[in-house]
């Protein structure tokens, strides 16, 4: 069983898409671990409901790990091949800068969000801005807290830089439909108390579908983990738990 403790929300009535697909990533590599080469890659189905008991399941004869409420699939965890560019860095000057233009001081879909709301009161508070003479870049400064740093949050911090990066998601908000993570530096730890820095670039726009990459660097200037993401167009009012389908 698996529970998504209201705090880790993303739109208001349900669970942030990187930190729910980081904790279905850990249990699928608890049950199968890894292969050289392959990353895990986390599809979002449906919104996922916020404090309610969901369960865990291998398909037969798959290796396929599905949350599911009741009989819906809420998200599916499988390997991928490992591939894709890392985001280069800018320094951590350079991302308290860009954060301080972080459009969604004035504007976003989802304020409250676990990940970049600025109204959530024990978020990560990552607020990514444009990166200085980058176009589609943004980039942000985290310093984790203690209790911020398992594996589940470097999907989370790798999550909304990506979608920022995308540009105005006031005027055109979404959600994350899919993501892979890679982790790039095995023995990398989050270092709770110190900075570290994450970006995200746009990709390209296909309709409803925008895709994005984003990096997570270490306080020394390492990067840690890269992400490779999905997002869908949507009206912020219907991310609801039993609404329609995102990744259609």
């Not at 990166?131 to 949050?153: L, N, Q």
């Not at 959600?175 to 970006?199: C, F, K, Q, Y």
């Amino acid at each position: 069983m698996l529970t998504i403790a209201r705090r880790f929300n993303g739109p208001a009535h349900s669970g942030n898409g990187g930190y729910v697909a980081g904790v279905l990533a850990q249990r699928f590599l608890e049950e199968f671990g890894t292969t050289p080469g392959a990353k895990v890659e986390v599809t979002l189905r449906k919104p996922p409901p916020l404090e309610k008991p969901l369960t865990l399941r291998q398909p037969a004869e798959t290796e396929i790990l599905r949350l599911l409420d009741g009989t819906t699939v809420i998200a599916e965890a499988e390997l991928v091949e490992a591939a894709g560019d890392l985001v280069e860095p800018v320094s951590p000057d350079e991302a308290v800068t860009a954060a301080k233009n972080y459009p969604g001081f004035s504007a976003t879909p989802f304020p409250t969000c676990f990940v970049c709301g600025p109204e959530h009161p024990t978020g990560l508070h990552i607020f990514p801005g444009p990166a200085p003479g980058r176009r589609g870049v943004v980039a942000a400064p985290w310093t984790p807290a203690p209790d911020t740093v398992g594996p589940e949050f470097v999907w989370a911090a790798l999550d909304c830089p990506g979608g920022w990066s995308a540009g105005d998601l006031q005027g055109r908000p979404i959600v994350l439909g899919r993501m892979s993570v890679e982790v790039l530096d095995e023995d990398a730890i989050l270092i709770p108390g110190e900075p570290h820095v994450v970006l995200g670039r746009l990709l390209r726009t296909d309709g409803r579908k925008t895709f994005t990459a984003s990096t997570l660097y270490s306080p020394s200037g390492k990067p840690v983990a890269s992400a490779e993401a999905v997002w869908i167009a949507v009206d912020p009012a219907k991310v609801r738990p039993d609404g329609a389908d995102v990744t259609d």
